[in-house]
């Protein structure tokens, strides 16, 4: 049966479980549009998604196919099976009311990625505080020989996708980022499905 695809429209977010095995399908649909993804251990919060640990473990500042996420606890919560754009971010923090007033002048309600990350993920106990730096999938960081980071538009196009097999139980956060600058200067949303573990517990990783 083919997977329910699900749907975060502009500038929102969703919260929402994975078994151990579950793959996780998340799609750019109209292009150049970049999803925050954070992870939590289901069983326990306090594990969670740590870009330092990835980033030391994976020796690689660009996350992609073949890679894995790893946890604050060193462990390995995500498997990248397939990445169609191949650009992503593990740098920046998600974007909040602070990000807009200080690098954007912006002083009204503007919607970020870590008040929708929360809003999704309250009800499941988790504060604001809680929410590590997501992992900024299609995201266009670049950096220089100074260490200099720009964020450009993404290079991802209409369809992109990548895919995500879960290594334990996760409480995932995704959104579709709220940022003028991360996205292109446009806001659209952000698809994804789920494939369930026992059609997948027996495939070796790559």
Same mark, same amino acid.
């Given at each position: 049966?083919? @997977? /329910? ?23 750019? @649909? ?10 939590? +251990? ?8 740590? #870009? ?8 690689? /500042? ?5 890679? +894995?996420?790893? #946890?604050?606890? #060193? ?5 990248? /099976? ?5 650009? +992503? !971010? ?20 503007? @919607?970020?990625?870590?008040? +929708? /990350?929360? %809003?999704?993920? %309250? @009800? ?25 980071? #720009? ?13 995500? %097999?879960? %290594?334990? !139980? ?37």
């Amino acid at each position: 049966m083919k @997977p /329910l695809l699900n749907i975060i429209e502009k500038q929102s977010g969703a919260a929402f479980t994975l078994k151990k095995n579950d793959i996780l399908t998340v799609i750019d @649909p109209m292009g150049k549009q970049v999803s925050d993804m954070v992870l939590f +251990n289901a069983d326990d919060y306090k594990e969670k998604i740590s #870009s330092g640990k990835s980033l030391d473990f994976e020796e690689n /500042l660009l996350l992609t196919k073949g890679h +894995n996420l790893w #946890s604050n606890r #060193s462990r390995k919560m995500m498997h990248i /099976l397939e990445d169609t754009n191949g650009r +992503n !971010d593990f740098l920046l923090a998600p974007c909040s009311p602070e990000t807009f007033k200080i690098m954007y002048n912006h002083n009204g309600e503007h @919607p970020s990625c870590l008040g +929708n /990350l929360h %809003q999704h993920l %309250q @009800p499941y106990g988790i504060g604001i505080d809680d929410i590590p730096t997501a992992f900024n999938i299609f995201m266009n960081v670049q950096f220089n020989n100074d260490g200099k980071l #720009s964020v450009l538009p993404p290079t991802s196009k209409a369809g992109d996708y990548i895919r995500l %097999q879960a %290594q334990m !139980d996760l409480l995932v956060g995704l959104t579709a980022c709220s940022a003028e600058d991360s996205n292109g200067g446009t806001f659209k949303p952000i698809h994804y499905y789920i494939e369930t573990a026992p059609e997948y517990t027996n495939r070796k990783l790559l």
